[in-house]
T-cell receptor, first 113, second 116 residues
Framework: LAKTTQPISMDSYEGQEVNITCSHN???????ITWYQQFPSQGPRFIIQ???TKVTNEVASLFIPADRKSSTLSLPRVSLSDTAVYYC??????????????FGSGTRLLVRP | GAVVSQHPSWVICKSGTSVKIECRSL??????MFWYRQFPKQSLMLMAT?????????EQGVEKDKFLINHASLTLSTLTVTSAHPEDSSFYIC????????????FGNGTRLTVT
């Protein structure tokens, strides 16, 4: 099982760009990298997923270097409502439903006014 | 998009009683579902994998006789906490994998269990 390492916490201010990096040195060939956001007393919410290079959607960008041993979640112009815990997970998705995803510690992001 | 519904969202029970938590995939079928437990300020911890039509697979250290899992159909998995004790108070979350290609896991909104 690919293990992930993230910073425990990060602070930012409204309007700034936030980059959270995740290390996954033993990522497997068929593993995807997925980021989730979790607010208190709620289930994790999918943010973005990628396999290599760069992926962008309406809420974030995900940068993955060629060796795929790390990834960076980029949140443009954060707001107070982006205060949450962000989890990076690696593993096969979808059809390989027998694979169980293990959560790391996550990164607790605090956005200040 | 795919939705996983969890019920109830919160429950308070007395020590020694049992509590059932339901997890439903609303618009897709899930032969596998995952149950997690989360204590305050901690990450999600995988408890077990629920398999439709067969026994659940429990993670090391999780008592299968205490946390009964039943995957009755392709859209429903239940977790029953039997003879609950205050230390079982936690946030329980279920999830189901997507069915297309590289679809991510879909999570329920969790159930806050408080045992008094």
């Amino acid at each position: 099982l690919a293990k992930t390492t993230q910073p425990i916490s990060m602070d930012s201010y409204e309007g700034q760009e936030v980059n959270i990096t995740c290390s996954h040195n033993n990522i497997a060939t068929n593993d995807y990298i997925t980021w989730y956001q979790q607010f208190p007393s709620q289930g994790p919410r999918f943010i973005i997923q990628g396999y290599k290079t760069k992926v962008t959607n309406e809420v974030a960008s995900l940068f993955i270097p060629a060796d795929r041993k790390s990834s960076t979640l980029s949140l443009p112009r954060v707001s107070l409502s982006d205060t949450a815990v962000y989890y990076c997970l690696v593993g096969p998705q979808g059809m390989d439903s027998s694979y169980k995803l293990i959560f790391g510690s996550g990164t607790r992001l605090l956005v200040r006014p | 998009g795919a939705v996983v519904s969890q019920h109830p969202s919160w429950v308070i029970c007395k020590s020694g009683t049992s509590v059932k938590i339901e997890c439903r995939s609303l618009d897709f079928q899930a032969t596998t579902m995952f149950w997690y437990r989360q204590f305050p300020k901690q990450s999600l911890m995988l408890m077990a994998t629920s398999n439709e039509g067969s026994k659940a697979t429990y993670e090391q250290g999780v008592e299968k006789d205490k946390f009964l899992i039943n995957h009755a159909s392709l859209t429903l998995s239940t977790l029953t906490v039997t003879s609950a004790h205050p230390e079982d108070s936690s946030f329980y979350i279920c999830s189901a994998p997507g069915v297309f290609g590289n679809s991510p896991l879909h999570f329920g909104n969790g159930t806050r269990l408080t045992v008094t």
